[in-house]
């Protein structure tokens, strides 16, 4: 550390008589040493504090947003993304990007958060300080969310105009940006890494809980996948190109690409998979459109759906339209894939029976009831002797599409690995492959008309 005052104090004294110029070019040295240690320039650094009047929608002064908060904007803006401050729960704040444009009456989204899962409260401060670090901290200056990139050369911060947020080095170069770290939204030109990463997006718990929920979209060196509890996979992409070639996946990137009708001002917006060892993509296509499709986000939802928007500058409300939803009712289209809403996992609730994207009934030991979203089952306890198994024809469960399952072994080998484990809460078998399904969750059981396939669900003596 440089402390001048110890040993200037007596020189002081001697220069003050004699000559007093010397003492101002020392001083001016040691605070010129002082600036080169504090590598982001004055005009640079910000301190924005969370306190002040709160900004909601309403009827007509409309700037809503996603998830219906009050917020508070901060100075940061580049059209059309704003940092602000919003809560749907009373002083307990996430910071966020905001996309759209304010004097549209459109919902804006949020497209990316510091502190999911981590609430700051009132008078929370959100600063780049001249060290470089980028920190969210409380009022008592607790740090909640920070960049680390204290002493590593930044020198400004910038939200440019897709979205990303950088803190740059004095070559421009990005020493941290808010790309890396994803919540549960792509902006275009946005990728999950297989290395490096980041390798996931996580969904939203619900409207008003801001936590982590129980989705995730995955990147592996295979496929990209969508999990349920992190180990539950209901989807995942089937790419012949490579796993025929047995090359690996290095990144999935969301892209707009100009297509052949370019004249026409055609743009298509792809989900890009480029994997290693060739220049070949494989690609999930998600829609073409005639209109500047940049302002487009990915958007895994809180209900583990996957779901594409694009924003068309020139609509006034409802500005941003859905393009693409992985599971809809749709038939496959345009090479665009659908799946059936039945393989969501929470379709039909904690245990329904869901057929063509409708949930038609309630499952029981006596016969299938009506569906409503209380169908349950009954715990069926520990003990072998308390439980007995009833059989459901032509069903699958919602991880027997995308995962192998084990096998071949023999029903009664799946029955008793089922009987034996606790947590199984019925399991599921197919004849004609002789593979056995173990399910800890039944929630969303499909039925494929397949009298090759059947569920085995427990269920109480008593
Ligand atoms: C926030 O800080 C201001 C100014 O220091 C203070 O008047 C106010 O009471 C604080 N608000 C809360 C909720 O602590
Ligand atoms: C696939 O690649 C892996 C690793 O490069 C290699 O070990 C394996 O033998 C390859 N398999 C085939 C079928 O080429
Ligand atoms: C699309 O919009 C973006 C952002 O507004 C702009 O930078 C880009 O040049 C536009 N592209 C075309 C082809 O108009
Ligand atoms: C049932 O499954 C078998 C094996 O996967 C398949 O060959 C057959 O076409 C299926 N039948 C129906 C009605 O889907």
Redesign the pocket.
Known sequence: MIHPYPTLAPNEVAMSTSSPSLLIIFYFLVSSIYISNAIVPANETFRYVNEGDLRYGNDYMVYLSEYAPTYRPLPPFTFPFQLCFYNTTPNSYTLGLRMGTVRSETVMPWVWEANRGKPVRENATFSLGSDGNLILAEANGQIVWQTNTANKGVVSFAIL?NGNMVLQDSTGKFVWQSFDSPTDTLLVGQALRVSGGPYKLVSRDSVTNNVDGVYSLVIEPKRLALYYKNNMRYWSSTFPEINRKNVTIIDATLVILETEYEEN?FHSLRCDILNGQSWEFASIAMGQIRY?S??SYLRLGIDGNLRLYTYR?NVIRNAWSLLYTMFDKREDEGGMTFEDECHLPNRCGKFGLCEDSQCVGCPTPNGVFAWSKDCNTKSPGCKESGFKYYELKGVDHFTVKYTGGTGPVKRSDCESKCTKDCKCMGYFYHTDRSRCWIAYELKTLTRVGNSTSSAYIKTPLS
């Open positions: 105009s001002n500047n940049s302002l500058a």
